[in-house]
């Protein structure tokens, strides 16, 4: 078989980007305990649950949403925020992570925020955003 069939057309050094690393120090506020995320969890997993419930709650969390992308039990809220949240809100998600994407999507809680992403990230926009954020890798 011919191996130059299979080379690519550039040089090595174009996918050799370091992965950035998570902020020193980064964990959830104390608002945001164990025992909330589980509350609030219900609450999300519930079917009467609204998109604006949905959307409020990602608005309140907005700033923690990095720290909860890649908790044991925070990536799940995350996910739910996700699928149950508007387009608005995932676009808020994806803005946050975004310069982090590489990371959390190789942490071993954060993967499932990042397939959930991929999943219901549905705009051009979002989209282009995803593969601005994943291209150096």
């Not at 890649?70 to 387009?87: A, R």
């Not at 992403?117 to 994943?134: F, N, P, V």
Request: hydrophobic share 35%; net charge negative.
């Amino acid at each position: 078989s011919d191996e130059s069939a299979y080379r690519l057309d550039c040089d090595e050094n174009d996918f050799m980007h370091p992965i950035s690393q998570l902020p020193a120090g980064l964990t959830l506020s104390d608002k945001l305990n164990g025992s909330v995320m589980r509350e609030c969890r219900r609450r999300l997993e519930h079917p009467g649950v609204t998109i604006d419930e949905v959307d409020a709650f990602a608005d309140q969390i907005d700033t923690q949403l990095l720290a909860a992308s890649v908790d044991p039990i925070g990536n799940i809220l995350v996910q739910k925020l996700i699928e149950k949240g508007s387009d608005s809100t995932r676009s808020k998600i994806l803005a946050a992570l975004s310069p982090y994407m590489a990371t959390v999507g190789i942490h071993k809680n954060g993967t499932w925020v990042v397939q959930k992403l991929i999943t219901y990230c549905l705009t051009g926009e979002q989209r282009d955003e995803m593969a601005d954020s994943l291209r150096p890798y």
